[in-house]
């Protein structure tokens, strides 16, 4: 049974920082790509950043949301199982619930659409104070 669990939300002021964490379990980590996802109030669930399953000598290929770019950075730690979003430069509008996400069958691509991941975590709040 594959589980997904977020930590690491909280409230934070603008220009703050917070780091997400996502534990998974249930089957082999390192060959499935992970995604971080959010949903604001009254808003759709949107792509915030993805990691591939293929780690190269210069690292794991990434991609970001343009909204996120250049302030968050997502990684992942194969051995442990976790996948991280480092968040900085923190603004009111990053306010939602985070959530991992990884897909139904491995794969060496990353996807920045909902559809493709099949196992979500329960989320956790981000609020971000101005």
């Known amino acids: 049974q594959v589980q997904l669990v977020e930590s690491g939300g909280g409230l934070v002021q603008t220009g703050g920082s917070l780091r997400l964490s996502c534990a998974a379990s249930g089957r082999p980590f390192s060959i499935f790509p992970m995604g971080w996802f959010r949903q604001a109030p009254g808003k759709e669930r949107e792509f915030v950043a993805a990691i591939s399953s293929r780690i190269s000598a210069s690292g794991a290929s990434t991609d970001y949301a343009t909204a996120v770019k250049g302030r968050f950075t997502i990684s992942r730690d194969n051995a442990k199982s976790m996948v991280y979003l480092q968040m900085n430069s923190l603004k009111p509008e990053d306010t939602a619930v985070y959530y991992c996400?990884?897909?139904?069958?491995?794969?060496?691509?990353?996807?920045?659409?909902?559809?493709?991941?099949?196992?979500w975590g329960p989320g956790t709040q981000v609020t971000v104070s101005s």
């Open positions: 996400a990884s897909p139904f069958r491995s794969s060496t691509r990353y996807s920045d659409r909902a559809d493709d991941y099949h196992y």
